[in-house]
């Protein structure tokens, strides 16, 4: 099911050219998240990656992470947890930066919102170089979380972005 899926997800998403800079291919994942069929099943997929696995949390980066995380969230019986960029969240955060090609970013997560010992489940989109996943581990870490895994829509094989993560990866469409 997961190899048509897979196909299924890979047509649908669009490609973008030179978005948001020039040499980026921007992989669209918004006609996947217009078809009821799609996101209902790449929901499902991500749910039955983890049938069985004891999850506390998942932890959805921002923004796209959000959507794919919050909709499985319930399904495996974990709560989630949004990681924001800096000055959206209201109450105390914890806060990682980590470099990007040209500049550096911020992620942040109410310093409550992970208890010690929480099994956490992180959702993205895509995992390109892997610096935006390797920074969400590193929060989640530092509130005293254990990584369960790491799981992405899409995965940009050739940037190599899963050699960086220590933990387990999956992703369901590979370029
Ligand atoms: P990275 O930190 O390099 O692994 O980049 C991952 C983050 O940037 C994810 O949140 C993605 O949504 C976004 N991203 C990076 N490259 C692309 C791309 N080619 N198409 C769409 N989103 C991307």
Redesign the pocket.
Known sequence: MSHTLAEAVRRTIRDVPDFPKPG????DITPVLSSPRLLQDVVNWTAGTYAGVDVDLVVG?ES??FIFGAAVAPQIHAGFVPLRKPGKLPWTTRQVSYDLEYGSATLQVHEDAIQTGDRVVIV??????????VAAVDLVRQLGGHVVGCCFVVE?DF?E?RARLDCPVVSLVNY
């Open positions: 980026i291919l921007f992989k980066i796209r992470g993205d989109d895509l995992l390109a170089t892997g610096g935006t996943a940009l940037l972005g």
